[in-house]
């Protein structure tokens, strides 16, 4: 612990970024049949309990407060945010749009990359979740937990996304009060099982039995709750089961550090709001006019290259963002604390109140 990174960790935070890339490149519910069709949604099954287990992550350990950490967050998004949108119209894969560069700034909003706004308003709610687990005995905290899911499969959140995240964070404090890496379990065992529930459900009853072909409707609660939403009991469970597989592990690597590192920049880039559709989900769909094998194999190429590219292209992210943070930290230690201080800026006449 102590600061030092993980190795089993971070190389389950790469998986999860494989296994997004692996699930955004998914689309059975148009394309396919009979065994090739079921193998999809089988590959989609592995994977979808990503999303879930980066955010264990992160509650397992607990985000922690620091202004280098959150400048460094906030300066990732904004640069591929407005970088890639320069990138791409440089080299003519888009035209020029003065509407379009004004909003790559507004990249904290929905309409921009969904899952970030809502990591965003996590990493803001994580001091009052961190002090809510801390204050919980580890039984207090899983029947709380319990009835959040419960609320989250039957009543239909505004901004679920966020209360999701939420809870999947307050998971990963509970895993590390009860300390996960020490249980005598086959966690293994118990992701493959998680996993063929959650493609016998989706595939047979859902998409076969039912006929429920729209993936909106498949993704959305109540359905979505049988197997592909975030907050679905069984996704749930598959996302700590692949989670206590890694905590069990102990290894270091400097390669995985070094990677890891850069995991966040695979979905921004492939899932930026400028390309995302005529770029990575274009290059893939297309991929479905293949035979099967072939188009198995191209795929697996693509992901690779993507997930190999994102991560040499972060490089250079981090090099220009430490130089700026060195500029900004600079500034800052010239700046009196003072003007740092609310009761700087109240007026002389309320200051006897606070």
Not at 77 to 89: E, K, N
Not at 121 to 134: D, G, R, T, W
């Amino acid at each position: 612990m102590g600061g030092a990174r993980l190795s089993n960790f971070e190389l389950l935070r790469l998986l999860c970024m494989l296994m997004v890339l692996n699930l955004h490149s998914f689309s059975g519910w148009l394309h396919g049949s009979g065994v090739c069709q079921a193998f999809d949604f089988f590959r989609e099954s592995t994977s979808i309990c990503a999303v879930d287990c980066f955010v264990l992550i992160s509650g397992y350990f607990g985000i922690k407060w620091k202004f280098k950490s959150f400048f460094n967050l906030v300066f990732q998004i904004f640069f591929y945010s407005v970088g890639i949108y320069l990138v791409v119209v440089a080299i003519g894969f888009v035209n020029w749009n003065i509407k379009q560069f004004f909003l790559r700034f507004a990249c904290l909003s929905v309409s921009s990359w969904g899952f970030v706004v809502s990591y965003v308003i996590l990493y803001f709610c994580s001091p009052v979740l961190n002090a809510f687990a801390e204050r919980q005995s580890a039984k207090s905290l899983f029947w709380y937990i319990i009835i959040f899911i419960l609320a989250l499969n039957i009543v239909s959140f505004t901004a679920s996304s966020a209360f999701t995240y939420a809870m999947v964070y307050l998971i990963g404090r509970l895993l590390r009060k009860v300390k996960i890496e020490e249980f005598r379990m086959p966690a293994s065992v118990y992701y493959w099982l998680t996993t063929f529930f959650i493609f016998i459900i989706v595939y047979f009853v859902l998409f076969k039995m039912l006929h429920i072909t729209n993936a909106d409707i498949i993704l959305k609660r109540p359905v979505g709750s049988l197997g592909y939403d975030y907050a679905a009991p069984l996704v749930i469970l598959q996302a700590i089961a692949l989670f206590a597989v890694f905590a069990k592990m102990n290894f270091s690597s400097r390669i995985i550090n070094w990677c890891a590192s850069s995991s966040f920049a695979i979905f921004l880039i492939h899932m930026h709001p400028t390309i995302k559709q005529i770029g990575y989900l274009s290059f893939v769909q297309r991929l479905y006019d293949y035979p099967f094998l072939e188009h198995a194999v191209l795929l697996i190429v693509f992901i690779l290259c993507v997930f190999c590219g994102s991560i040499l292209i972060d490089k250079i992210r981090i090099v220009v963002s430490n130089l700026c943070y060195i500029f900004l930290d600079y500034l800052l230690q010239r700046i009196h604390s003072k003007y740092f201080q609310l009761d700087t800026y109240y007026p002389n006449s309320l200051k006897g109140l606070f």
